[in-house]
């Protein structure tokens, strides 16, 4: 028989090719949105603390404890209940498929396309050309690849191999793995909700989830430059990165760029491989080619970590 986490990460991996995402209304992560408080209160910093220190350890409890219970039962119901829950953590296709549509649209209905942008970027679309918004969907399916998909898949391993060599077991370990998948998600779901600039109560959110996704930018990069067959992209990308105000993103999106020869530009903010052009409709095609193969990678490695 398969070890647990590999049928728990092949089944997540099956699950995202079929369903691609559940509706929002049936959504764990979006139940977890709707209890983050809205209001910042008299001690806003203190208060977005709290939030960071108690709401993703719920989630990682509630997750972890699950996939636990369901062990006792059997362990193949541990492993089944863990593919549910890596896949509701990760996404891939929705990200695919939404960019495609995006960059179909560049081509067929420009205002369309600024439009559909709003799903991928937070950016001010309306004087975007064609070619800024398919930089924009190219830069957003760099960074969702590394917030959606390697950063919950890398800590999942990480920690569910640490603790199946303290002696966890499997059902443990897959529990731990898991339980820190919901925590990596519940980070980054509280930065995207709260860490903006301006907003004191998103101030911790924000350097906590700088934290956690250090090394799955990182780790994305790598997988990027793997996937397009160029490995100095990695080196080129470093003089761009300084312009980028996130620590983490300009990693993927800076080793996109050089690895397909194009321009990414958020207009008066950072140009990354200025020499090059903005990205055509082929371009972007390939960079879904390429980042759905680091996708792939990524689904892989996290499946054959030896714990179970």
């Not at 490995?231 to 990693?251: D, E, F, H, I």
């Amino acid at each position: 028989m398969a070890p647990l986490g590999s049928l728990a990460v092949g089944g997540a991996l099956v699950l995202d090719g079929v369903v691609g995402e559940p509706p929002s209304r049936l959504h764990p992560v979006a139940w977890f949105g709707r209890t983050v408080p809205d209001r910042e209160g008299g001690r806003p910093v203190l208060a977005g603390g709290l939030l960071a220190l108690v709401w993703p350890l719920v989630a990682a409890l509630a997750t972890g404890g699950t996939v636990a219970l369901a062990g006792r039962v059997d362990p193949l119901a541990a492993a089944a209940v863990g593919g549910l829950a890596l896949f509701v953590t990760t996404s891939l296709r929705r990200l695919l498929v939404t960019v495609r549509r995006v960059v179909a649209l560049t081509e067929s209905d420009p205002d369309r396309a600024r439009t559909e942008l709003r799903a991928l970027a937070g950016r001010d679309a309306a004087d975007l050309s064609p070619g800024q918004v398919r930089s924009a969907a190219v830069e957003s399916l760099a960074e969702n690849l590394a917030d959606g998909l390697v950063a919950p898949l890398l800590w999942y391993a990480v920690c569910a191999a640490v603790a199946g060599l303290a002696g966890a077991g499997a059902v443990g370990a897959l529990a731990v793995g898991c339980g820190a998948a919901a925590w990596v998600k519940a980070v980054n779901t509280l930065d995207s909700m709260l860490g903006y600039r301006g907003r004191p109560v998103g101030r911790v959110p924000a350097r906590l989830d700088d934290a956690v996704m250090w090394a799955p930018a990182r780790a994305s990069a790598l997988l990027l430059a793997a996937a397009t067959g160029r490995p100095r992209a990695l080196l080129r990308t470093q003089p761009w990165l300084p312009a980028v105000p996130s620590p983490n993103s300009g990693w993927p999106m800076g080793t996109l760029a050089a690895a397909l020869e194009v321009r990414l530009e958020k207009p008066g903010v950072y140009t990354l491989n200025p020499e090059g052009r903005l990205p055509n409709a082929a371009t972007t095609r390939a960079a879904l080619v390429r980042t759905g193969a680091a996708g792939l990678v990524a689904y892989g490695l996290a499946a054959v970590v030896p714990w179970s």
